[in-house]
């Protein structure tokens, strides 16, 4: 059974960066479909960013242009960085997993997660 782990998380100023990595326990990036989420207090979790099997990226429209989903599979890792923060992306972070090839932005069709990592961006 995959098991990923986040790290990464923290608290920056708006407009600072952070880099979030997720570290699964086998050789699933390489493989499937890996994305992150993010759920704010009192919201529901939502797809931040996912990459396909082949590299094909998806993005929200809240974060296009300020953060980069990319996976290294040799480490079995996907990276989130995430610049020009503002103070609306504080939530907690999710990594999560899937076996498909091309990947949705349905958080109810992913099995795998993480233990997740909080960011928090003050004004």
């Known amino acids: 059974q995959v098991q990923l782990a986040e790290s990464g998380g923290g608290s920056v100023q708006a407009g600072g960066s952070l880099r979030l990595s997720c570290a699964a326990s086998v050789d699933y990036p390489s493989r499937a479909c890996m994305g992150w989420f993010r759920q704010a207090p009192g919201k529901e979790r939502e797809a931040v960013a996912t990459i396909d099997r082949d590299g094909s990226t998806r993005y929200a429209d809240s974060v296009k242009g300020r953060f980069t989903i990319s996976k290294a599979n040799a480490k079995k890792t996907v990276y989130l960085q995430m610049n020009s923060l503002k103070p609306e992306d504080t939530a907690m972070y999710y990594c999560?997993?899937?076996?498909?090839?091309?990947?949705?932005?349905?958080?109810?069709?992913?099995?795998?997660w993480g233990q997740g990592t909080q960011v928090t961006v003050s004004s």
């Open positions: 999560a997993a899937g076996p498909w090839v091309y990947c949705t932005t349905n958080t109810g069709a992913y099995t795998t």
